[in-house]
Every structure is written in structure tokens, then in C-alpha cells.
């Protein structure tokens, strides 16, 4: 089974911890320590493949550090999550995603974006809109509006960022392909040929899979390690308009 790092990102109080122990153990916790910066590790099936995920749940404010710098380096997909009820949280993202490109040294990296809190409508300082707006500028990674508290979203959304990993891999497979098949080839037509001089075709690069945007779907086996105070969550205010692009 294939290992497969996962960091979640944003600014303190956004629900990462939420989020994470939600998608991990299936439950909801009202008071997580915000400071407790924890790995968690879940084995979940995407399109026919066993994965083990370890999901990095990031604390602390200071941004730039070492350390920050050191786990995005052995990240490969990373969740970048934004409360709707507070807008300078989904601002802090933008220098968030500058540094993953930054230590990525690209910008084809799976992401998804993340709107939590859906189900406080009551305190929403961010429209649906805006997460799309901010994701279009990403070029359009997905975007999904989640509730940890009603468990709405969470699984799609990790299990989308799984799927664009996936997806990536294949990608640098079919690359290398590619240029293997292009170092060999022009062995080949010369023996076919040995006495006409026949130029060597080059092969075209094949079509490459189209990045994910939609939303996807998969099934949640195993979940692991945690704290568990598994407090009933409360009753929704108002309706609970949330999206997925
Ligand atoms: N209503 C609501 N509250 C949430 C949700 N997710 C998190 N919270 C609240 O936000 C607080 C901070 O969440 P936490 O996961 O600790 O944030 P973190 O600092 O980003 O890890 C929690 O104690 C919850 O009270 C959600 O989806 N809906
Ligand atoms: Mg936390």
C-alpha cells in the first residue's frame, strides 16, 4: 500500500482539527486544543486503490518556520482551509499558497480549497462566490464549503486532493514513458532500415490527463489515533448553503 502525505493548512481556529479528526475517526470535537499540532493516519480506498494516508494537522501562527517549511517539502497534497465566518482568514491563505509554490518550485501542486463553518449562516462574513473567485484565481482548484460540525463535505474534500495525487502520479508516469519510448526509438527504426537513411520521426508528447476540478467521491475504511470528546453537535442555524465547484 502506497503512502500518501497530506497537510492541512490555514490560519488558527478555521476547524483543521475538526475537519481532520471528523474525515479521520467519524466524529466531532467542540474543544480541541488549538495548539496541538498532530499526524493522524487513515487507510481509505480511492478508485480502486488502497492508500494510507498520514494527514499532517498544522498549529501555531508563526507561518514561517523551519518546520512549516520542512512539512510542506514532504507534502504532496495539502488542504488549505478558510472559515466563511472570518474573512482575514481566507486572505492568510494567499501567502499561505505563495509558500507551498515557493517550496514546491511549482505550481501544479494538488490543493483544495476549503470554506468551513457552512453551517453558521448567521456569521457568515464570506459568500460562496468569493472561495470561487479565490479558487479561479488558483487555476481553479477545487473548492468546497464544509461543515466539520455536520460532517458536510469533509470526505469529498480529502478524498479530492487524494484523487489529484493520484492523477499527478500517473501524469509523471506517462512522462517518462514518453521519453523513454523517445530514446529508444531511434534504435529501433535504424535496424528496421539499415541501409536507407530515413529521417527519425519524433513522437509527439502524449495528451496528458486534464487537471481535477470537479468534486469526487470514494470510501472511507480505517481511521486511527486521536482524542475523543465527542461532544453532540449543536442544532444549525438558519439553512446551511454550502457549495462544491
Ligand atoms: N459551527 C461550526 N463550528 C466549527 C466547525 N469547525 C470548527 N468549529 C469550531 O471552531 C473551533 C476551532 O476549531 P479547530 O478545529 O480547533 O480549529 P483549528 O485551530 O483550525 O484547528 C472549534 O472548537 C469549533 O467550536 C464547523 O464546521 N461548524
Ligand atoms: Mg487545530
Do not use: H
Amino acid at each position: 500500500m502506497r503512502d500518501y502525505k497530506l497537510v492541512v493548512l490555514g490560519a488558527g481556529g478555521v476547524g483543521k482539527s475538526c475537519l481532520t479528526v471528523q474525515f479521520v475517526q467519524g466524529i466531532y470535537i467542540d474543544t480541541y486544543d488549538p495548539t496541538i499540532e498532530d499526524s493522524y493516519s487513515k487507510e481509505i480506498e480511492v478508485d480502486g486503490r488502497a492508500c494510507n494516508l498520514e494527514i499532517l494537522d498544522t498549529a501555531g501562527v508563526a507561518q514561517f518556520t523551519a518546520m512549516r517549511e520542512l512539512y510542506i517539502k514532504n507534502g504532496q497534497g495539502f488542504l488549505l482551509v478558510y472559515s466563511v465566518t472570518d474573512k482575514k482568514s481566507l486572505e492568510e491563505l494567499l501567502a499561505i499558497r505563495e509558500q507551498i509554490i515557493r517550496i514546491k518550485g511549482t505550481s501544479n501542486i494538488p490543493i483544495v480549497l476549503i470554506g468551513n463553518k457552512c453551517d453558521l449562516a448567521d456569521e457568515r462574513e464570506l459568500e460562496p462566490e468569493e472561495g470561487i473567485a479565490v479558487s479561479k484565481q488558483w487555476n481553479k482548484v477545487p473548492f468546497y464549503e464544509t461543515s466539520a460540525m455536520y460532517k458536510m463535505n469533509v470526505d469529498d474534500a480529502f478524498i479530492d486532493v487524494v484523487r489529484q495525487i493520484l492523477r499527478k502520479e500517473v501524469e509523471q508516469q506517462q512522462k517518462q514513458q514518453v521519453q523513454t519510448q523517445n530514446i529508444n526509438e531511434p534504435e529501433q527504426k535504424n535496424q528496421q532500415t539499415p541501409i536507407q537513411n530515413v529521417p527519425v520521426q519524433q513522437k509527439q508528447q502524449s495528451q496528458m490527463s486534464r487537471p481535477v476540478t470537479g468534486n469526487t467521491s470514494g470510501t472511507a475504511t480505517k481511521g486511527s489515533v486521536g482524542k475523543n470528546s465527542n461532544t453532540p453537535p449543536k442544532k444549525a442555524k438558519k439553512s446551511r448553503k454550502c457549495v462544491i465547484l
